[in-house]
């Protein structure tokens, strides 16, 4: 499912062609997880490869790791067969071209000269550091940033979760969001359950709400309200974030939760089931 996701490049967040860092490029993160043996695949910061899902499951099959990153990682999909490709479209460079001229606004840096919320770089650190407070909210509109996430549960009850995104637009060469993130991005433990985050990854890896959601699951409490404690926690900290959280259950129930900013105040996710004649869009208000 994700596979496909990043060939259709769904909403321009998942796969070649969105995202363009600083730099210009499209560079991907994903991550798989077996819910039965709690092998993790992952990569990040992947570069000129285009599936980058299918890279995670090899790291999974042929490696006794767990996360591959940058140009050795697209060396690693090589070996493993997937073709060297261009990821960058015309869409992505006019989204990069057009981000230059407006004086490279929005970025991801604080506390450099040149001031970067009036120009381009390169920065570096001022000779004398003032830390300002962060009071910003989060400058990703909401539909800048977003992910792919899945949780599956097999017919016998083996839960398995997996994302793929090309990360954050604009942002910093070498930045990792939450997403191949093992607890961040999604988890699967076939004993309680599964679960995948979406939003501003950089916020929510700190929090590791994947991974609170299925053990929360795993204390009998139901998704929804599971996703719903998540976000809650978050929320203490960063009441701003933009952010949401799919869950579901080893009995097939599921459930998410989203935190509500202006712009963004329901959540969209898609269910398919036995219990269901087609895949179906269901949506949750935020909290």
Not at 197 to 225: C, H, K, N, W
């Amino acid at each position: 499912g994700c596979g496909q996701c990043e060939i259709d490049q769904c909403d321009g967040s998942v796969g070649y062609g969105g995202s363009p860092d600083e730099s210009g490029e499209t560079t991907l993160d994903a991550m798989i997880m077996d819910g039965n043996t709690m092998e993790v695949g992952a990569v990040a910061d992947l570069r000129r490869v285009k599936n980058a899902i299918g890279v995670a499951r090899k790291v999974i099959e042929y490696t006794k790791h767990t996360l591959l990153v940058g140009d050795s990682a697209s060396l690693f999909a090589v070996r493993m067969g997937f073709p060297y490709e261009d990821l960058t479209t015309q869409k992505s460079l006019s989204v990069y071209s057009k981000w230059l001229n407006q004086s490279c606004q929005p970025n991801y840096w604080k506390n450099v000269v040149p001031d970067s919320s009036k120009s381009c770089g390169p920065y570096k650190r001022p000779e004398k550091v003032t830390c300002k407070e962060e009071q910003t909210i989060s400058q990703r509109s909401v539909h800048n940033h977003d992910t792919i996430g899945m949780v599956v549960i097999g017919g016998s009850g083996t839960v398995a979760s997996g994302t793929s995104t090309n990360g954050a637009v604009h942002k910093i060469p070498g930045r990792v969001g939450d997403s191949p993130i093992a607890g961040a991005g999604s988890y699967a433990d076939s004993t309680a359950g599964g679960a995948a985050a979406t939003g501003d990854g950089d916020i929510m890896m700190r929090f590791l709400p994947s991974y609170q959601a299925v053990e929360y699951m795993r204390m009998g409490t139901d998704p929804t309200v599971a996703c719903q404690k998540v976000i809650s926690r978050i929320q203490k900290y960063v009441p701003k974030f933009f952010g949401a959280v799919i869950c579901a259950n080893t009995t097939g129930s599921y459930g998410a939760a989203c935190n509500k900013i202006p712009g963004f105040t329901q959540f969209r996710f898609m269910v398919s089931s036995p219990l269901l004649s087609q895949p179906t869009e269901q949506v949750v208000d935020c909290i």
